[in-house]
């Protein structure tokens, strides 16, 4: 399911929109040369309990409104999210269109510098594995007349999620040896730090960042990862978020250096190279990561769970068809080995797969 934050815009009218009742804003007509606006703001609904990439670490939003491309700053607000919803009030001038500019974010995590919506700061002295960095974001166009705005709007994740897991027999096998992991640490280039909420879209050049060391997510945490359609829990043993590219931008590929810490022991690093890594969607690199790092899969998902590409030895194919009978229709000799059919895909640990969703 798409993890989104909704903004209704309901008609209100007042002298002051922050000094106005509810009930005042909803029930008043425009009036004058103003209207005013009150965006209802609510996280998912249907989330009983806290999981990683849920949506709901998100605790604060700044609020913003442009007028031919610059801010009205005196306009600018950043209001609490209680109980998964928040509400911003904002007074309008009619016959004009503005462009209201959303950023749902964790105040804890000071992940960000909001100073500019136009060039939003994503701070790279930042540790691994900080869930509470994720963060939303929405920006709509708003034409104003004589009577009251009512609108949807939808935040969608700016980031990419790059997770590291390890399957239990990797777990097992790795303590037998002595190895404990607490802490990880990731390095990974191909990373932008500059966000244009108003255009939705990267600014600058992408770098190599690294997230220092930090204790692992709690081991209730389970990374739940879907293969040849069957979902799998590993343990896990990084997440981080990935500023990759803009809205419509395909999938880019990264470098990947992830290094753990033995309670016992020296660091070990590994590298995966050429990993797929696009916004709003995870890229899951999953497999015996610590006994035998050379077998891994790399599964790439969203929260949209419809299948999309797969890669088999590096060559991305659309995923074979299934017909109501569930039987696959095959195109390709690599759509053949994606289907399931030729024996190396069963054991496909040994391989590098891709696949989106």
Not at 17 to 33: F, I, M, P, R, V
Not at 89 to 111: I, M
Not at 114 to 121: D, P, R, V
Not at 166 to 179: K, L, P, V
Request: hydrophobic share 35%; charged share 20%.
């Amino acid at each position: 399911m798409t993890k989104k934050i909704l903004f209704g815009m309901f008609a209100a009218v007042g002298l002051l929109a922050t000094s106005c009742s509810d009930d005042e804003l909803n029930n008043s007509l425009a009036s004058g040369d103003y209207v005013n606006a009150s965006f209802s703001i609510e996280t998912p609904e249907g989330i009983l309990t806290r999981a990683i990439g849920d949506g709901t670490q998100a605790d604060k939003v700044a609020c913003a409104i442009f007028y031919n491309g610059e801010e009205l700053s005196e306009l600018r607000k950043t209001v609490d999210v209680t109980s998964k919803t928040a509400t911003y009030n904002v007074r309008l001038a009619k016959g004009q269109k503005y462009q209201a500019v959303f950023f749902a974010y964790n105040e804890a995590a000071d992940a960000y510098n909001l100073e500019n919506m136009k060039a939003i700061e994503v701070k790279t002295d930042q540790s691994c594995n900080a869930e509470n960095r994720d963060a939303f974001t929405a920006s709509v166009e708003v034409t104003t007349a004589n009577t009251n705005i009512n609108q949807e709007v939808i935040l969608y994740r700016p980031f990419a999620q790059l997770n590291i897991g390890s399957t239990n027999e990797d777990i097992a096998a790795a303590t037998a040896a002595g190895i404990t992991v607490k802490q990880t640490k990731v390095k990974v280039t191909g990373v932008y730090t500059t966000f244009n909420a108003l255009t939705d879209k990267v600014v600058g050049e992408p770098i190599e960042v690294t997230y220092s060391l930090a204790n692992i997510p709690e081991e209730t945490e389970k990374l739940k990862v879907t293969v040849n359609g069957q979902e799998k829990e590993y343990t896990y043993l990084a997440l981080n978020y990935l500023l990759v590219g803009d809205k419509d931008s395909e999938k880019s590929l990264t470098n990947v250096e992830f290094t753990f810490k033995p309670e016992n022991g020296s660091e070990n690093t590994i590298t995966f190279e050429n990993v797929p890594v696009q916004r709003n969607y995870r890229t899951n690199i999953i497999g015996a990561v610590l006994t035998n790092p050379a077998q891994f899969n790399i599964v790439i998902d969203s929260k949209f769970e419809e299948p999309d590409y797969l890669s088999w030895n590096g060559v991305f194919v659309k995923e074979p068809k299934q017909d109501a009978n569930g039987n696959y229709l095959i195109t390709s000799a690599y759509e053949l080995n994606l289907a399931g059919y030729a024996n190396p895909w069963r054991t496909a640990r040994h391989y590098t797969c891709c696949r989106y969703a």
